[in-house]
């Protein structure tokens, strides 16, 4: 048989195919039957080198007019088949709507979220996340931090003590009260210019109810170095307000005491439920207290010997589990620790 | 501290609306609610007692008759001071109230007590939310207009103040009058502190000594004679129940008064009962007893003040008077002390005899000295306008440890490297004067400023700036973004590896569990077989309850008792993880406080949904856990049987990294379970975070992919049923050309020996060198069989 008339078989061959083709799927196979590398096609252009120029130029006409035939062909095929395409029918049709195998999912505690997100946008701020003990000495969750001994701030922060007694019938151990103590031990090691961050537990006496716990989550904030403001301190505050809460989140902030800071500071946010306007969550005030702050006390400064007229700095301290409770209308802090998976799973 | 506003009006002028007020004061520091006392007094009227029967059932209960203005009212009543043309608080039914025994807001209902019935109620104040008196009922003034509504009589409008430990001088209303002022602008009036004095010089009269200066820098006294106790005027009665404190006479309702107005408190002797003329003020013996005014006879100690005759003690100071010196209705002479006492003595005395007044309120948060003239003067004066009498000449005012008012630098530089922001010469000096302080301008931009008399938080420069922040206001701040240089930072490889543990766990599908880390020692032991603790954990003082009285020393009893009862809604799979510290106790030293990673794995079935393809957990599900959870730390882990007192022995192991052991895997021992009511397989993974920190590293290298194809053989061995997989992989390993072992078979049973298993492996060839031929892989592979059969005595399996 001439290459021409192999030609001519090929293409009566796949035109009569072609017209009993009623899927796609049927339609692949002859596209690679007829049209892929290793059609009988191709291995006749193959032939072709053996071939004179002469019929070089006959047969290569032909066979590349076959070629663009058969693509036509091809073509009106795909068109006509049309939505069978997208669904199969038959015994090949798949159920889409049954489930995928999912790989298992966990989840990350809401509060390991809330501490995650915190961290990652002060450090981008240049501040350095630390940790500390969350058994303490009273030298560094109090003295240290200007509350000293029979003084009402120290009532202020229900204590639980640890059953510990020193050589002099002291008990000086505790469960600290804040993370504020990381301030001290952090700038006893740590000449500034130092910017922290401290996540952690913290513990008080508290009678367990929908709102107490006797341990909770806090994230203290830290900053010394030359000329550092109560204006540094509403920027850095307001920016992070700004990137947990969204830009339009407004935040104000007013007079408020911690014995380790002077001036002291609060900052509230407008309400989350009312923007403002005042509703029970804020107690009509329009405003939600979310975090304590001030410039670092000169006397907390020079405790661990830095010079309060060189240097200054703020600090800052938040609890953690608060944020979530607004955010999501969570009205019982207990949930947090109660390890119930249905509550658990859906953050 | 609750001020009402029509007394704080008595010395300043005030514009504000009582919310605008609030919002102000709480702005500066002064957090502030408004409150209204008789906002809730629907249907409650004023009354008049016409009659009073007994009651035929109860000898305790009276039957009141009622004038209400419109009519009679027959109402069951227990209270002790019933008196016939008393005007009283009714409460008709369906008035609002607070119920006497709860304290818990009620509405009145129509009553049928021991078989009278009672349509309404005479109420006490605590019924009415004014105090928690509960003895007895409110008895209003003579004059009250009967049938009125009572909050028309009596209401105020009421600031509620949540005083700062540092602003002792907000526990007064003239305190809380200069913070007005500052805010407003307004002046402030100070009340007339001038009385006429008559007879004998005081000091003739009265001596007094200070043995103890330390607990007591300044006594001050006065004496009053001749004076008639009764009942206080309507109008101070009335500010003192604003305040929350019960009138009870005329002289000690005016120390109260003076109390709220200065915020120094004031103590009445009966002069009569101080029978030595003489006051010395010591600390008391250890072990001495004394009765007070509630009659509690009480145990003291060297570190308590006490004011006493010479001989007998008749006040702790500062504290609680004595019974032995009470005012009572026969008083004629009154030593009225305005004394100042140690911040941290009565802080100490009134902790340790549980004694919380408003007096040690005010002086544990260390008022100044100044204040005791003062208010003695403003008291003696109403007491001689309320109780008549005549003041002895002058006053005794020992004072042994002066304190100076001290004078304060204030410099415009420093105000600007604090706040970030300067405040011109005119809004310093005016801030700071509007709240009462002298300033002196110097040149330079400097102050020399002197706090007034009655604030005792004012020591350092920065006090002083606080002070114009708060008046100026924070919104007037500027707000910047921290510049200078970058701090110090250095990597928290802890921290980092906590959190890639976690976010790894939750994307093997663990989900994250935290639990308190104060427990008890039963359920600590319980996680353990022999249900006894090996090491004793870190103790508290003072629990709030024997459920938390200890910190943990593992987290596996936590996270059990987490499935255990999610075991009641959930059928699993459940995999969970807590990453926290356990507390490890150590002597003389504050414990230590290891990370730990405990994770559980629970599924008893197949999973009940249609790709199925979970399999029931086994040990080698929570191995494979590990060993992805190392793998993905480029830390390369070793397991060995261990004796794990939570496992079960046999389904054990322990993790080695370069033979140290970081942790354990294995069953949960049934016993363990049982404890916790699970009846199905739990499995266990628990690794010490820290040591863990000590092996895993960044990673350090890569292995060059090869560009020659591999080889694959697979082989089927039998072995005796004692050889493990790792004395398998041991051998095929020496030789460098196998790439990679796979195991994809174990079968014991009918198809080989008793006593013989058959281990299947897929070998990967491949050389960095060149390609493989088959007769070079075969011949490798011989010699890997007859290794294998010397030394652990395989065959290939037929
Ligand atoms: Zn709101």
């Known amino acids: ?251 104000r902030f007013r007079c408020d005491f911690f014995p380790f800071v002077e001036p002291g500071v609060e900052m509230s946010i407008e309400c989350i439920v009312c923007k403002g306007a005042g509703c029970r969550l804020c107690s009509n005030s329009g405003w939600l207290e979310i975090l304590g702050a001030g410039m670092v006390h000169p006397r907390v400064l020079e405790g661990v010997g830095i010079d309060s007229t060189v240097y200054s700095g703020f600090a800052f301290g938040m609890g953690i589990e608060r944020i979530p409770m607004l955010r999501y209308g969570i009205d019982d802090i207990r949930l947090f620790y109660g390890g119930d998976l249905r509550f658990l799973r859906q953050f | 501290m609750k001020v009402p506003v029509k007394w704080l009006k008595d010395y300043i002028d005030i514009d504000l609306s009582p919310k605008e007020l609030a919002h102000v004061l709480t702005m500066s520091g002064t957090e502030s609610e408004i409150k209204y006392l008789g906002e809730s007094w629907d249907g409650v009227i004023i009354g008049q007692i016409t009659a009073i029967d007994p009651h035929p059932n109860a000898d305790r209960l009276r039957l009141a008759t009622v004038n209400t203005g419109s009519g009679m009212q027959t109402v069951v009543c227990g209270a002790p001071n019933l008196t016939i043309g008393d005007k009283i ?38 019924e009415l939310g004014m105090s928690k008196d509960h003895e007895g009922i409110l008895v209003l003034a003579s004059d009250a207009p009967l049938g009125k509504p009572l909050a028309e009589f009596l209401s105020d409008i009421v600031l509620d103040i949540d005083v700062t430990p540092n602003r002792p001088d907000l526990l007064s209303v003239i305190g809380v009058a200069w913070e007005v002022a500052a805010i407003t602008g307004k002046k402030v009036k100070v009340p007339d502190l001038s009385y006429s004095e008559s007879g004998d010089a005081i000091e003739k009269q009265v001596s007094i000594v200070i043995e103890d200066a330390d607990l007591c820098p300044r006594y001050s006294a006065s004496l009053i004679t001749g004076v008639k106790i009764g009942e206080s005027p309507e109008w101070l009665k009335q500010r003192l129940m604003a305040c929350g404190v019960r009138p009870i006479n005329n002289i000690v309702d005016v120390t109260n008064y003076v109390m709220f107005e200065y915020g120094q408190p004031l103590h009445s002797f009966d002069y009569d009962k101080i029978k030595t003329n003489k006051i010395v003020v010591r600390r008391a013996k250890n072990g001495e007893m004394m009765q007070t005014l509630d009659d509690i006879e009480r145990k003291l100690d060297g570190n308590t003040l006490m004011i006493t005759d010479g001989e ?44 919380v007044s408003e007096a040690s309120m005010r002086f544990e948060r260390g008022i100044r000295p100044d204040l005791t003239v003062h208010a003695l003067k403003r008291a003696t004066r109403l007491i001689l306008q309320l109780a008549g009498g005549c003041a002895a000449k002058g006053i005794v005012d020992v004072y042994p440890q002066k304190q100076e008012r001290k004078s304060l630098n204030l410099r415009s530089s420093e105000i600007k490297r604090i706040l970030g922001v300067g ?15 002298e300033v002196d301008i110097y040149p330079n931009d400097e102050y020399m400023v002197t706090a007034p008399y009655w604030r005792s938080d004012i020591n350092i420069e920065v006090d002083l700036i606080e002070e114009l922040a708060r008046i100026i206001g924070y919104e007037n701040i500027p707000t910047t973004l921290l510049s200078g240089s970058i701090a110090h930072q250095e990597p928290n490889y802890l ?55 200890y910190l943990r020393t593992n987290l596996r009893s936590g996270l059990l008792s987490v499935l255990q009862s999610n075991l009641r809604h959930e059928e699993g799979p459940i995999r969970i993880f807590e990453l926290n510290r356990i507390y490890i106790k150590r002597e003389n030293d504050l414990p230590e406080e290891p990370e730990i990673v405990c994770g559980l794995m629970y599924n008893p079935e197949q999973e009940k949904s249609w790709p199925l393809h979970t399999q029931p957990f086994d040990f080698f599900s929570v191995k494979g856990v590990v060993e992805s959870l190392l793998s993905s730390l480029n830390v390369d882990a070793d397991f060995r049987q261990s004796d794990d007192e939570s496992l079960l022995p046999g389904f054990q192991a322990e993790v080695l990294v370069k033979g140290n052991k970081i942790g354990v895997i294995g069953e949960v021992h049934p016993k363990v379970a049982n404890a916790f009511d699970i009846s199905e397989k739990v499995y266990m993974f628990e690794l010490n975070i820290n040591s863990l920190l000590t092996y895993s590293l960044q990673q350090t290298g890569y292995q060059a992919i090869t560009r020659f194809p591999s080889v694959i053989r697979d082989i089927a061995l039998v072995l005796d049923s004692g050889v493990t997989h790792k004395q398998v992989t041991d051998i095929i390993n020496r030789f460098s050309l196998v790439n990679e072992i796979t195991l994809f078979d174990v079968y014991s049973g009918k198809q080989v020996e008793a006593g013989k298993k058959s281990l299947a492996y897929r070998l990967i060839f491949q050389s960095a060198e060149h390609t493989l031929t088959d007769k070079e892989v075969d011949k490798v592979l011989q010699q890997i069989l007859k290794k294998l059969e010397g030394a652990l005595g395989a065959t290939l399996r037929a």
């Open chain 1, 1 to 251: 048989m001439s290459i021409l008339e192999q030609l001519e078989e090929i293409k009566t061959q796949a035109l009569c195919e072609l017209d009993a083709i009623d899927d796609n799927k049927k339609l692949d196979l002859w596209r690679v039957q007829y049209m892929g590398k290793k059609s009988r096609l191709n291995e006749v252009l193959r032939g072709l080198a053996a071939l004179s120029i002469e019929e070089k130029k006959t047969v290569g006409a032909t066979a590349n007019q076959l070629k663009l035939e058969l693509e036509a062909v091809l073509k009106e095929k795909e068109l006509s088949l049309g939505d069978m395409f997208i669904s199969a029918k038959g015994e090949d049709a798949i159920d889409i709507s049954l489930p995928g195998r999912k790989p298992p999912l966990g989840h990350l505690h809401p509060i390991s979220q809330v501490i995650d997100e915190m961290c990652r946008i002060f450090v981008s701020m240049g501040f350095q996340a630390v940790e500390g003990p969350e058994v303490e000495w009273d030298y560094y969750n109090f003295d240290m931090l200007n509350i000293p001994k029979e003084h009402p701030a120290r009532d202020n922060m229900q204590t639980l003590w640890v059953d510990y007694e020193n050589e002099k019938g002291e008990r000086p151990m505790l469960l600290r009260t804040h993370t504020s103590p990381m301030q001290v031990r952090v700038m006893e090691k740590i000449k500034p210019p130092l910017r922290i961050v401290v996540p952690g537990k913290v513990y008080r006496y508290e009678a367990i109810d929908a709102t107490h716990i006797p341990m909770f989550t806090q994230i203290e904030g830290l900053a010394v170095d030359k000329g550092i403001t109560l204006a540094d301190l509403k920027g850095t505050l307001y920016e992070f307000a700004r990137r947990y809460f969204g830009s339009d989140r407004k935040a």
């Open chain 2, 89 to 126: 608080a009714f409460a008709s039914v369906g008035a609002h109230l607070i119920d006497g025994h709860t304290g818990e807001k009620s509405i009145l209902k129509p009553a049928k007590i021991r078989g009278v019935e009672s349509c309404g109620m005479v109420c006490s104040e605590m």
């Open chain 2, 312 to 355: 007998k003690s008749v006040a702790i100071a500062g504290v609680m008077g004595g019974a032995n010196s009470d005012i009572t209705d026969n008083t004629i002479s009154i030593l009225l002390e305005s004394a100042n006492f140690n911040a941290a003595g009565i802080h100490y005395t009134s902790h340790n005899l549980k004694l």
């Open chain 2, 423 to 437: 405040f011109s010469n005119e809004q310093v000096a005016g801030t700071l004067t509007s709240l009462g302080f």
């Open chain 2, 495 to 549: 921290m980092d590896l906590k959190s890639m543990v976690r976010h790894t766990l939750v994307g093997f599908g663990f989900d994250e569990i935290i639990t308190y880390s104060l427990t008890n020692r039963e359920m600590l032991a319980k996680a353990y077989a022999s249900n006894t603790l090996h090491k004793e954990p870190v103790k508290l003082d003072n629990a709030m309850s024997a459920e938390q009285e």
